[in-house]
């Protein structure tokens, strides 16, 4: 099984990992307990960059194997290049089935619902911003009128055999008052939207299975494009859902909750979390290091 990391998100978000070129930053952030009573207002922001859903396409490691070289490196620009094509054209029947679903609306739905059961944080309907650049990023911050702002940036992605859909949010909550930046001081005054600048932040994962499991890319994609895309549909509203819930309850969580659950040990890309909440179909993990992810029972048994 594989949990996308942050490092795969680069890319997509520019402005709030901005920081972590410079210090380490803890992966999870907790809010502050006395944030809490001082905040009266939170603007939610949805950076949501892409449109469309992609196949994950792993980088060519030609040139690393062969000892590196400007002609090797060139090798790997190729087959990558030949990689990402056939993604593309083999996702084609999927956007297609997806072309008047609206992920961002299922996301902002859910986090309306989700984060109006964490009173003390106030929180308004969201939007959707599509430009995730630090600049604008800094520019959404620095115009809002309310204390905080809740920035939740996703990315959702098939793997490269289709066989598993994965949905990654880095939720980050801002200070936009005298009173919250106080309590956490900005770390980096030239990029306001950095990580290190957060009341809280963390990494928040959903994780589903193609309706057809163990077969080839093209009929995984068949499998999720049947009837109207009817299983991808499902699968990205339920992660809107999980996510929206995941991050409601740990922006709920008390400073320094060091619990990390006495479930069952999960072990992903040599991690150790542990299972702190099942439903029928899943359940939610915890990692050591704060991070949260929703996986099926079949990865749960692995």
Same mark, same amino acid.
């Given at each position: 099984?594989?949990?996308?990391?942050?490092?795969?998100? !680069?890319?997509?978000?520019?402005? !709030?990992?901005?920081?972590?070129?410079?210090?380490?930053?803890?992966?999870?952030?907790?809010?502050?307990?006395?944030?809490?009573?001082?905040?009266?207002?939170?603007?939610?922001?949805?950076?949501?960059?892409?449109?469309?859903?992609?196949?994950?396409?792993?980088?060519?490691?030609?040139?690393?194997?062969?000892?590196?070289?400007?002609?090797?490196?060139?090798?790997?620009?190729?087959?990558?290049?030949?990689?990402? *094509?056939?993604?593309?054209?083999?996702?084609?029947?999927?956007?297609?089935?997806?072309?008047?679903?609206? $992920?961002?609306?299922?996301?902002?739905?859910?986090?309306?619902? *989700?984060?109006?059961?964490?009173?003390?944080?106030?929180?308004?309907?969201?939007?959707?911003?599509?430009?995730?650049?630090?600049?604008?990023?800094?520019?959404?911050?620095?115009?809002?009128?309310?204390?905080?702002?809740? $920035?939740?940036?996703?990315?959702?992605?098939?793997?490269?055999?289709?066989?598993?859909?994965?949905?990654?949010?880095?939720?980050?909550? $801002?200070?936009?008052?005298?009173? !919250?930046?106080?309590?956490?001081?900005?770390?980096?005054?030239?990029?306001?939207?950095?990580?290190?600048?957060?009341?809280?932040?963390?990494? !928040?994962? $959903?994780?589903?299975?193609?309706?057809?499991?163990?077969?080839?890319?093209?009929?995984?994609?068949?499998?999720?494009?049947?009837?109207?895309?009817?299983?991808?549909?499902?699968?990205?509203?339920?992660?809107?859902?999980?996510?929206?819930?995941?991050?409601?309850?740990?922006?709920?969580?008390?400073?320094?909750?060091?619990?990390?659950?006495?479930?069952?040990?999960?072990?992903?890309?040599?991690?150790?979390?542990?299972?702190?909440?099942?439903?029928?179909?899943?359940?939610?993990?915890?990692?050591?290091?704060?991070?949260?992810?929703?996986?099926?029972?079949?990865?749960?048994?692995?």
């Amino acid at each position: 099984m594989r949990i996308p990391s942050v490092r795969s998100l !680069l890319a997509l978000m520019p402005a !709030l990992l901005l920081g972590a070129c410079q210090t380490q930053i803890p992966a999870h952030e907790f809010v502050p307990n006395a944030a809490r009573d001082k905040v009266s207002s939170t603007e939610t922001v949805l950076p949501i960059k892409q449109s469309e859903i992609y196949v994950f396409v792993p980088q060519s490691n030609i040139a690393a194997a062969g000892g590196g070289g400007l002609l090797l490196a060139l090798v790997d620009a190729g087959v990558d290049s030949v990689r990402t *094509s056939k993604a593309e054209a083999a996702v084609k029947p999927l956007r297609d089935a997806l072309i008047d679903y609206s $992920f961002d609306q299922s996301l902002q739905n859910s986090l309306k619902v *989700s984060l109006a059961q964490d009173t003390w944080l106030h929180a308004g309907d969201g939007h959707v911003v599509r430009e995730v650049t630090a600049a604008n990023l800094d520019s959404v911050l620095a115009g809002s009128k309310s204390d905080a702002v809740l $920035f939740t940036t996703t990315d959702y992605q098939l793997s490269n055999d289709a066989g598993q859909l994965s949905v990654t949010m880095i939720a980050s909550l $801002f200070p936009n008052s005298d009173a !919250l930046r106080a309590i956490r001081p900005a770390k980096d005054a030239k990029t306001k939207t950095a990580l290190n600048n957060t009341l809280y932040h963390n990494r !928040l994962v $959903f994780q589903a299975n193609a309706p057809v499991p163990g077969v080839e890319r093209d009929q995984a994609i068949a499998a999720w494009s049947a009837n109207h895309g009817q299983a991808m549909r499902a699968a990205l509203d339920e992660a809107a859902s999980k996510l929206a819930s995941m991050l409601a309850a740990d922006l709920n969580r008390p400073e320094g909750d060091v619990d990390t659950g006495t479930g069952a040990e999960v072990k992903t890309n040599n991690v150790t979390g542990h299972v702190i909440a099942k439903d029928a179909d899943g359940g939610v993990v915890r990692y050591g290091d704060g991070t949260l992810a929703y996986m099926p029972n079949s990865m749960l048994d692995h």
